[in-house]
Each structure stands twice: as C-alpha cells, then as structure tokens.
C-alpha cells in the first residue's frame, strides 16, 4: 500500500524485488527495482546526483502518471457504479 501512496504524491518508488512488484512498479518508469542495499546505495547516489536530475526528473513523471491512471480507472470501475454515474 505504500506504493500506492507514494505515487499519490508523485513521489518515485525504489524497492526491493519481489514477485508482486511488477504490479505497481515499472522499473526505470514509475520507480526503480533493486536486488538489495548495495545497488539502492548506487542507484541513489546516481538518482540524486545534482549534475544529472533527468532521470529523477522522469521518475517523478512516471510516478504522477501512475497516480492519475489508476485513479480514472479505479472510479470507473468501483465508485461510478456505487453513485449511478456509470454512463
């Protein structure tokens, strides 16, 4: 669920890999998959390197578009319905 809110707030997701993750997090899109601390120290290191904000930069818009994709798509099918605005 904390991925969930963090794409709420526009907010890029770094997380260990899991099965699931895929779901939620599209790597080097929305957020960045890591195999373990290691590769999260490099990969943060690199991501908040002030000589290179673009990837940040394209994170944080992946992670915006996320948020408002699953918000149109999660009204039309639960909520609509529930108010009668399913037309």
Do not use: C, H, I
């Not at 960045?32 to 002030?50: I, Y």
């Amino acid at each position: 669920m904390k991925v969930v809110d963090m794409f709420g707030v526009g907010v890029p997701v770094a997380a260990v890999d899991f099965e699931a993750l895929p779901e939620l997090v599209k790597n080097k899109e929305n957020g960045v998959v890591v195999r373990d601390g290691e590769e999260l120290g490099t990969l943060l290191t690199d991501l908040f390197n002030p000589s290179k904000p673009e990837e940040l930069l394209q994170l944080k818009k992946g992670a915006e578009k996320e948020t408002e994709r699953r918000w149109d798509e999660n009204w039309d099918k639960v909520a609509a319905p529930v108010f009668g605005f399913d037309g």
